[in-house]
C-alpha cells in the first residue's frame, strides 16, 4: 500500500521561511518524479515544482522561483520543499505527489499524479 504524507507545515509571519517534507512508502521512490502542489481557498489546485527521480533536473512555477527551492533524499524517500520569503498569498494547503520517472514539460498537471499526500496546511500572517 502506497502511503504518501507531508508535514512540516505551520503559521509563520510574512517574510519567514518553513521546510515542508514528504515521506513516501509502499513504491519505488527513486522511480518516481515527484512534484509539490497547493490549494488556497476557492482556489484551484496550483503546481509549485516537480523534480525528476534521480533529482538531477527540477521545475519551478514562475511566480515561486527564487522563493521555493525542491530537492530530495532518496535514501530517505524523502522530498522537500523549501519556502522563504513568504507572503500572505502562499497561506495555502500544500500537497505532494508521485508521477512517473519524469516531470516533462505539462509537470504541473496535476492527473498526471498518481499518489498523493493529505496535505500540510501553510499560513502566513502579514
Not at 5 to 19: T, Y
Not at 98 to 119: I, L, M, T
Request: hydrophobic share 30%; proline share 2%.
Amino acid at each position: 500500500q502506497v502511503q504518501v504524507a507531508e508535514s512540516g507545515g505551520g503559521s509563520v509571519q510574512a517574510g519567514g521561511s518553513l521546510r515542508l517534507s514528504c515521506t513516501a512508502s509502499g513504491l519505488q521512490f527513486d522511480d518516481y518524479a515527484m512534484g509539490w502542489f497547493r490549494q488556497a481557498p476557492g482556489k484551484e489546485r496550483e503546481g509549485i515544482s516537480c523534480i525528476t527521480d534521480g533529482g538531477g533536473t527540477t521545475y519551478y512555477a514562475d511566480s515561486m522561483k527564487g522563493r521555493f527551492t525542491v530537492s530530495r533524499d532518496n535514501a530517505k524517500n524523502t522530498l522537500y520543499l523549501q519556502m522563504s520569503s513568504l507572503k500572505p498569498e502562499d497561506t495555502a494547503i500544500y500537497y505532494c505527489a508521485a508521477r512517473g520517472p519524469y516531470c516533462s514539460s505539462h509537470w504541473s498537471d496535476a492527473e498526471d499524479y498518481k499518489y498523493w499526500g493529505q496535505g500540510t496546511q501553510v499560513t502566513v500572517s502579514s
